[in-house]
């Protein structure tokens, strides 16, 4: 699959049905040696209050991801374990 193919797809969670994002706002990781993804890095949506401080990103591992569809992208999270890390604009 093609990087252009990920655009414009909503990231679901399956633990709880939670809209997580839209690939067209994330980063993804790749591996620079192997070329596989490792991670996708969803923005959490900024507010007008904290617009240019830090914020927050959620790390989707790959292994989390479990089906990806023509309009979404499946993935698998425990809420109690998500991996938010904070990315300075």
Same mark, same amino acid.
């Given at each position: 699959?093609?990087?252009?193919?990920?655009?414009?797809?909503?990231?679901?969670?399956?633990? @709880?049905?939670?809209? #997580?994002?839209?690939?067209?706002? /994330?980063?993804?990781?790749?591996?620079?040696?192997?070329?596989? *993804? %490792?991670?996708?890095?969803?923005?959490?949506?900024?507010?007008?209050?904290?617009?240019?401080? @830090?914020?927050?990103? #959620?790390?989707?591992?790959?292994? /989390?991801?479990?089906?990806?569809?023509?309009?979404?992208?499946? *993935? %698998?999270?425990?809420?109690?374990?998500?991996?938010?890390?904070?990315?300075?604009?």
């Amino acid at each position: 699959m093609r990087m252009a193919e990920f655009a414009g797809k909503e990231i679901v969670n399956i633990f @709880d049905g939670a809209r #997580l994002g839209v690939v067209g706002e /994330s980063d993804i990781a790749v591996d620079i040696n192997t070329g596989y *993804v %490792e991670s996708i890095i969803l923005p959490r949506k900024p507010g007008l209050v904290n617009f240019w401080v @830090d914020r927050q990103s #959620l790390i989707i591992p790959w292994q /989390s991801v479990k089906k990806i569809g023509a309009e979404v992208i499946i *993935v %698998e999270l425990d809420q109690t374990n998500l991996d938010y890390r904070r990315f300075s604009i």
